[in-house]
């Protein structure tokens, strides 16, 4: 079982900034996803504890996820908010690999708000 803790979000006006944080209680692959209204959940960004990045599309030059390993703790910048970006994001982390189902198990942050609004 991986804790997480997220902290950061809120209500921000168009092309302003945002970071969140969210530290786990061990190293492995953290990032963020996030669903925003009528949305499924979708990727936005991991990071792999060795430092390999994958960024979704929809952010790329605009949000910047990075991490700390002595803390375990990874971030995610967010510049030029734009309206569309308002949503819950959920800090992730990949557990151990199950062997019986044949996949990594995953685990969620309880979620940050952010709202994007003039």
């Known amino acids: 079982q991986v804790q997480l803790v997220e902290s950061g979000g809120g209500l921000v006006q168009p092309g302003g900034s945002l970071r969140l944080s969210c530290r786990a209680d061990?190293?492995?692959?953290m990032g963020w996803y996030r669903r925003r209204p009528g949305k499924q959940r979708e990727l936005v960004a991991t990071i792999s504890d060795s430092g390999r990045i994958n960024v979704a599309d929809s952010v790329k030059g605009r949000f910047t996820i990075s991490r700390r390993n002595a803390e375990n703790t990874v971030y995610l910048q967010m510049n030029n908010l734009k309206p569309e970006d308002t949503a819950t994001y959920y800090c992730y982390a990949q557990g151990p690999f199950d062997i019986a189902t044949g996949m990594f198990k995953d685990f969620w942050g309880k979620g940050s708000l952010v709202t994007v609004s003039s």
């Open positions: 061990e190293r492995t692959l």
